[in-house]
């Protein structure tokens, strides 16, 4: 495939990406709730003219929550698997080997920064919002496919991270501070995992046939057909949530249109986001280009919210 990058040169530059988690958001630590979390892009909450402005809010605010809290459900999948994978072949390399063990780590640090996020959010929220799991038995089915197609979807999500803060994250200044902090600490280092995640799927593919990398991509989009049943769920948690957060119950005629607006912008943001971006699509184009084409295609359901 020939990435431009190394597992050295990765490794330089997460070194100086690192944070520690007090850097980011000390324990006991919680958030200003009077301000959005999420841009509107990811939330398409400000659309929901159904709801009072504060009610729009709320809703960011939930959204915001349940996205730090996914983020949490995959990283547990993502820690053994980088893990596996480092072990498969730890004397060929000591660069490869550091960087990936270092992408573990962080990995790990993530998934604790982000159950610090939700005690925070808990604390100042005031109301409990459910979130899909157990992430162990998430974990174990994404764990029980192919190499390359968990690859391939870790991939999607190192890159869509990349996608969100960039497009609709950095720029945005009416984000609470705090919550914006840490998006921009897990996406720098994010931007080294999504580095070495290229190299991973290179490195899979390389042993495979083409037939059998084709068979792949075919059990990553089986992989992205079961996130979009798991985010439907969380979805249903969300909007409850919500009712809860609002103390009232929405009518038929207010949550309907909600749900689907609320939908599409779950699946843009963690189906179509990292299907359809263009580095990501480079990869599979080099495991064939009509793989490239059938993620592209599948992607199309999942399209921008913004469109």
Not at 36 to 60: C, H, K, V
Not at 120 to 130: I, L
Not at 204 to 221: I, K, Q
Not at 253 to 273: I, K, M, V
């Amino acid at each position: 495939m020939g990435q431009s990058y190394s597992y050295a040169s990765i490794l330089e530059t997460s070194q100086r990406a690192a944070f520690g988690l007090d850097d980011v958001l000390r324990e006991g630590e919680t958030f200003d709730f009077a301000r959005p979390f999420l841009p509107e892009g990811l939330s398409a909450a400000r659309a929901a003219t159904q709801l009072s402005p504060g009610e729009r809010l709320t809703l960011n605010q939930v959204r915001g929550h349940s996205y730090l809290c996914l983020f949490g459900v995959v990283e547990e999948f993502i820690l053994p698997f980088v893990v596996d994978h480092a072990r498969a072949d730890l004397a060929s390399d000591d660069q490869r080997t550091r960087a990936l063990l270092g992408f573990a780590a962080e990995e790990a640090k993530h998934i604790q920064l982000f159950k610090r996020f939700q005690r925070g959010f808990e604390a100042g929220f005031r109301t409990p919002c459910q979130v899909i799991g157990p992430s162990s038995d998430i974990s174990r089915t994404v764990l029980g496919h192919g190499q390359l197609a968990v690859a391939l979807l870790i991939l999607h999500i190192e890159w869509m991270t990349q996608r969100h803060y960039v497009d609709g994250v950095h720029d945005d200044a009416s984000l609470d501070p705090q919550f914006k902090r840490l998006l921009k600490a897990h996406w720098q280092e994010e931007a080294q995992h999504a580095k070495l995640d290229g190299l991973m799927v290179e490195q899979l593919a390389a042993w495979l046939s083409p037939r059998e990398r084709e068979a792949s991509v075919d059990e990553y989009l089986q992989l992205v057909a079961a996130l979009s049943g798991l985010l439907d769920a969380q979805l249903g948690f969300d909007l409850d949530s919500l009712e809860r957060a609002l103390g009232r119950t929405l009518a038929s005629s207010e949550r309907a249109p909600l749900e689907a607006a609320q939908r599409r912008a779950l699946h843009w943001t963690f189906l179509g986001s990292g299907m359809a971006h263009p580095k990501f699509l480079a990869s599979v184009a080099a495991l064939s280009p009509e793989s490239a084409e059938r993620v592209r295609a599948a992607a199309g359901p999942y399209g921008d919210v913004n469109d």
